[in-house]
């Protein structure tokens, strides 16, 4: 590991030589060379999040097996990992093709075809010296694809360059591919999913499958999407998930990395608040922190979120869409730190994500990296515990939560604005304001479980999360409250704040005074509950002195509000 506090972080860079030669941190991954080697597949696919350190992976295994400049691409190398093993007289044995999709995003197929053409042309260009030893026929079929012609059979591109690669070396040819699936999920959400998936079962296909030209392939992407479809017969291939512990170390930032690097940058007494926020993946039965996060933390020394700020999510919010009344039990568990026991896979494809929306939505979050394993994974178990692993995905599962079941995101800085001040009529005012204008969030028959509103208050009160240590169902006193928020900085004199709830549901209809009347009644036991199982006592302990204790009482949409300070 290149170790030097005064090194630069590479934000954004996942160029290897890049890298390297601008002395950036850099956390040493050379050995998953020599893993991949040892593997003995042809085909290789490793599925994991966004910004866990593939693109950089897919730049490293280029410029350490290209034939192409080896001699330059050889001292990138020297004093790292890779340099001590035997595999290290691989470096620069073969010709490579890498490809990468990562930044593909096409509002139709015609476009994205526009788009897979220049990103072929490139590569073409990359290589035109090739020429040098064909015959008129190849010369004419090379220089068509870098004019980009119709006449190409674009599907055929790649195994094409991989014979005359061949040809000009005599050596088998390296395939990478970085975000293989990115095309492929971009046209699911936008409607043009069948045009695409038919193009790249040929294009894959057709340079990975029975190609005599092939030494290795190596691709990486999100999920395993549609094996039987896009890998059709592909009996070389080994697919290592999240749920495998081979290659784990290679993909993100391991726990000793974490700690060697926050010395490196004098932040050790930041350590535990950097598991809080950016540990907590378990991928196999190893720890791995989020190498985006990590690495932007270092640079800036700010613990708030930064992976959830990257592109992508375009998926994951148009199921959220389609289901958001079937999951919202289980999206209010999430958000309370609880975990949820559901089926996972690695087969996903989206035929049977629409076959069964509700079962596989939680797969999809799984495989994207917004869920984690909350126990080590057992091969024979069809079901486990999933879990929100850390507090920056936390907060972005608060924010999608008012995104995806409330359309006015402007009332809730109101709401959450007058709560942090204890301005209580205020804070009626704009929550009867955001219960009136989302009325589809409730169901018709107008009763509902107190789990519900406990959902939808932590859904709300979670966006003060920078200023407050918020808790729910928590132990204090002589039982457990329903809400509490804790100020982070005690000095500033903030109220610390208990919210306890409840839920009427009604038999028969009332008229509104005893509503009213009933409502009220609630808010003052859920008062004296706050009172007298003591649950402020939690803050008095953490020196708190001002305290702001407030019951609220649902029917329906129909709600009201009591309130006591000390």
Not at 94 to 122: A, C, H, M, Q
Not at 221 to 233: D, M, T
Not at 291 to 302: A, D, Q, T, V
Not at 329 to 352: A, H, P, Q, W, Y
Request: with cysteine; charged share 30%; glycine share 6%.
């Amino acid at each position: 590991m290149r170790s030097n506090k005064k090194v630069k972080l590479p934000v954004g860079i996942s160029d290897f030589k890049d890298v390297i030669e601008n002395n950036y941190y850099y956390f040493d991954k050379t050995k998953f060379i020599e893993n991949i080697l040892e593997d003995g597949s042809k085909v290789k696919l490793f599925t994991r999040p966004r910004r866990f350190g593939k693109t950089l992976n897919i730049s490293m295994l280029k410029y350490f097996f290209n034939v192409k400049n080896k001699d330059e691409n050889k001292k990138l190398f020297e004093n790292l990992e890779i340099s001590k093993s035997e595999y290290f007289e691989k470096q620069g044995n073969y010709p490579v093709i890498s490809i990468s999709f990562r930044n593909y995003g096409e509002e139709n197929w015609d476009d994205g075809l526009k788009t897979i053409k220049g990103i072929l042309k490139r590569v073409y260009a990359e290589y035109k010296f090739l020429t040098e030893k064909m015959d008129d026929i190849e010369i004419e079929e090379f220089n068509s694809v870098r004019r980009g012609l119709d006449s190409v059979e674009w599907e055929a591109s790649l195994i094409n360059l991989s014979k005359y690669l061949y040809e000009y070396y005599g050596k088998k040819v390296v395939v990478l591919i970085d975000e293989y699936d990115q095309p492929i999920i971009d046209s699911y959400v936008k409607g043009y999913y069948d045009k695409a998936i038919s193009f790249f079962k040929s294009f894959y296909g057709l340079v990975l499958k029975d190609n005599e030209y092939l030494e290795m392939g190596v691709m990486t992407g999100i999920l395993r999407v549609a094996k039987e479809n896009i890998f059709s017969g592909l009996n070389n291939l080994e697919v290592h998930t999240i749920l495998d512990s081979e290659f784990t170390e290679y993909f993100g930032v391991m726990e000793n990395e974490v700690e060697n690097s926050l010395k490196d940058f004098e932040l050790e007494y930041e350590l535990d608040d950097v598991q809080k926020w950016y540990n907590g993946y378990l991928f196999g039965n190893r720890k791995v922190y989020n190498p985006w996060s990590i690495i932007n933390f270092l640079k800036r020394g700010k613990l708030k979120p930064y992976w959830v700020n990257t592109s992508g999510n375009g998926l994951i919010k148009l199921y959220l869409q389609k289901l958001k009344n079937e999951i919202f039990e289980d999206f209010s568990k999430l958000l309370n730190k609880e975990s949820i026991f559901k089926r996972i896979n690695d087969n996903m494809t989206f035929g049977n994500l629409e076959a069964n929306f509700e079962k596989n939505i939680w797969n999809l979050f799984f495989h994207s990296g917004y869920l984690t394993l909350a126990e080590e994974y057992e091969e024979n178990k069809e079901e486990t515990y999933l879990k929100i692993p850390n507090e920056e995905i936390l907060k972005m599962f608060s924010e999608m939560f008012i995104e995806i079941y409330f359309e006015n995101y402007e009332n809730f800085w109101s709401l959450t604005n007058a709560l942090k001040k204890g301005d209580i009529d205020k804070f009626k005012l704009e929550l009867n304001k955001v219960l009136i204008e989302n009325a589809g969030v409730f169901d018709v028959n107008g009763n509902y479980k107190e789990q519900f509103y406990h959902g939808l208050m932590l859904g709300l009160v979670l966006m003060l999360k920078n200023e407050y240590e918020i808790v729910s169902n928590g132990f204090a006193g002589k039982g457990r409250y329903d809400l509490l928020l804790k100020p982070k900085n005690i000095l500033k004199g903030k109220e610390g704040i208990i919210i306890e709830l409840k839920a009427l549901n009604m038999a028969k209809k009332l008229d509104k005074d005893k509503i009213k009347a009933k409502l009220e009644n609630e808010c003052e036991i859920a008062l004296n509950q706050i009172d007298e199982k003591e649950y402020g006592s939690i803050l008095k302990n953490a020196g708190i002195e001002r305290m702001l204790k407030i019951g609220i009482a649902f029917l329906g949409k129909e709600f009201e509000i009591k309130f006591r300070r000390e």
